[in-house]
């Protein structure tokens, strides 16, 4: 079983929707993080959380540390948002590597 | 802010050839640096990691080497390039610190043919 899991792998929605993609893992961790991959590979860092809840713009993520899950929620999607979303954990210590999860594909139609 | 410069975007190369991918980072100071690898349908997983000059530690058993010659400079190599050494490698920072968090290259994806 993976350390980190993420679900669903794959999501297609319409324009306006509302999404959320989930991310459950089994290890402590000292973050989590959100990460968006696009087709030609960059990866870009949406969110770290340690506690709660975090708001960017239409992108909302939050943590139950106890429960060990994660959600990301994106309101109103849009084409543009269609992308892989990463759930990666770090664990504790100077390592600091992280876990990652296999990804999200999501595909907003117009 | 923390910036990582990361080259070349694609590469194809032969069985057997040699392999350096370089990275280099910008706007911080002795960070942890990371080489993860991202093969077809699967999860990135880390290759190595470094927390200081000349430090490198691998996290799996493979044809690649990692070293550190500068600070904010890590290379990832290999002597003969595989098959199994296709995919998409990223190189990342962690400067530590509440402020700073992760950065990631854009990226190197490699087909071995």
């Known amino acids: 079983k993976n350390e980190v899991e993420q679900s669903p792998q794959n999501l297609t929605a319409q324009e306006g929707e509302f999404i959320t993609i989930n991310c459950s893992y089994s290890v402590g961790i000292s973050a989590l993080h959100w990460l968006q991959q696009h087709p030609g590979g960059g990866i870009v860092s949406l969110f770290m959380l340690s506690s709660g809840k975090k708001k960017h713009g239409r992108l909302i993520a939050t943590i139950n540390i106890q429960e060990k899950h994660s959600s990301l929620h994106i309101t109103a999607s849009h084409p543009r948002d269609s992308a892989v979303y990463i759930c990666a954990v770090r664990r504790g210590g100077s390592q600091g590597n992280l876990i990652f999860g296999k990804g999200t594909k999501l595909s907003v139609k117009p | 802010s923390q910036t990582i410069h990361q080259w070349p975007a694609t590469l194809v190369q032969p069985v057997g050839s040699p392999l350096s991918l370089e990275c280099t980072v910008e706007?911080?100071?002795?960070?942890?640096l990371y080489w993860y690898r991202q093969a077809a349908g699967r999860g990135l997983q880390l290759l190595f990691y470094?927390?200081?000059?000349?430090?490198i530690s691998s996290e799996v058993p493979q044809n690649l080497s990692a070293s550190r010659p500068q600070d904010r400079q890590f290379i990832l190599s290999s002597k003969k390039l595989l098959l199994s050494d296709s995919g998409f490698y990223l190189c990342a920072c962690y400067g530590g610190g509440p402020n700073y968090g992760y950065t990631f290259g854009s990226g190197t994806r490699l087909t071995v043919v």
């Open positions: 706007g911080t100071s002795n960070p942890n």
């Open positions: 470094s927390v200081g000059i000349g430090q």
